[in-house]
């Protein structure tokens, strides 16, 4: 495998990601990483979440991966920006590593993270919501660099308490509908009334059931697909950056932390056979 780009995730969130991914950049080999053992990581402190993100890039940076990409948003809102300004100029100064909060940023206000003015738009206003774990909830991190560059666009956000173990345990589909209808209602209570325009499904393990938030949600709301535009992002960035490209053949990799004998649901969401998980 020649330079393989790593994707690293609390969980098996991250594989919506790759899918993605991987029918993008058929020649891009691509090493994923579940930290399944430990998931999920919405609950925990931050402290934690530093801790578990560090070891789980350097592991894959350690497996001959240049690039890694964070396809955790508490992650990512929580840790990365610290891995990018400290450790990593410290321990790994020519490697890199991406988030996906970046490019769900500039999804949502149109603008390009590093070129924009502070407090002005000209962008019609609009009502955006994020479903998240607690965690990325209570960083803040969407609401504030949103308003930052489009101040006024309203952000709501709602937390999504237990879905995330639901659907990293094989939960049946009444228990995840229940579930994301609970999530749904409470944003409803969060509107008062008003017009929600857009749905941002603020943690990679979402996508897996988007269409019971679809069937919750009115047919007028946009839902933004994060595994598309993080694949979008991810090729601008190869074109500016081909020394992180590798192969002219595509391999991929499965490793967990886990227990890879209880991985072989991910079948009914993946719409393929299960890959074929590895122990770490």
Known sequence: ?????????????????????????????????????????????????????????????????????????????VALRQIQEKWLPKHYPDHRTLGVLVPMVEALTGLEWDRYNPGISHVPQKNLAVFATQKTVDSGAYPHQVRLRVPNFQVIQQACPGLVNAIENNAREAELKALVSACCKKLSGQMFGEKLDVVFLGCTHYPLVENLFRDCLPETVEILSQPKIVSASLKVYLKKHPEFKGGEKQTLEFLTTGNPENLGHLEKFLHKSSPPFKKN
Do not use: W
């Open 1 to 77: 495998m020649k330079n393989p780009i790593g994707i690293c995730d609390s969980g098996s969130g991250g594989l919506t990601i790759l899918e993605t991914l991987a029918k993008a950049l058929p020649k891009q080999s691509f090493i994923y990483l579940g930290d399944h053992k430990r998931a999920p990581y919405g609950h925990r402190s931050e402290e934690e979440i530093l801790k578990f993100t560090i070891e789980l890039v350097e592991t894959l940076f350690k497996k001959g991966c240049k690039l890694v990409i964070v396809a955790c948003n508490t992650a990512s809102a």
